[in-house]
């Protein structure tokens, strides 16, 4: 394969159509591997590109330890969404990694709603 080639697959890899078919085919295991290979940041944009539901579904696949970086990435209005929405459990856990000036400013974007 040339790199013009490689560079166009690349470029085409859609990974919201990746994620909603790896979740349709219920392949939690790849859904887990994708998401441990990606970076907070990805990690959010992905989240603020699915529909609030699938937010949900995909979140309980975020290694615990990257939750709350993807937390604080999040555009204030979905990670809101995203907050009321999930398990009491799981916000726990995703708050209990953060430093206290970034929890501080979570309850103030929630605060603001």
């Known amino acids: 394969m040339t790199s013009s080639t490689s560079t166009r697959h690349e470029a085409e890899f859609d990974p919201i159509a990746f994620i909603m078919d790896l979740h349709e085919r219920d392949d939690s295991q790849s859904i887990r ?3 441990q290979a990606q970076d907070e940041v990805e990690v959010a944009h992905l989240l603020e590109s699915l529909p609030p539901q699938e937010r949900q579904y995909i979140w ?3 290694p ?3 939750q709350a970086d993807v937390l604080e990435e ?3 209005g979905v990670r809101n969404n995203l907050l009321e929405t999930l398990p009491e459990a799981s916000v726990i856990s995703a708050i209990s990694e953060m430093e206290v000036s970034e929890l501080v ?3 103030d974007s929630v ?3």
């Open 33 to 35: 591997e994708f998401l």
């Open 60 to 62: 309980e696949f975020i």
């Open 64 to 66: 615990a330890a990257c």
């Open 74 to 76: 999040l555009d204030d």
């Open 105 to 107: 400013d979570l309850l």
């Open 111 to 113: 605060s603001n709603k």
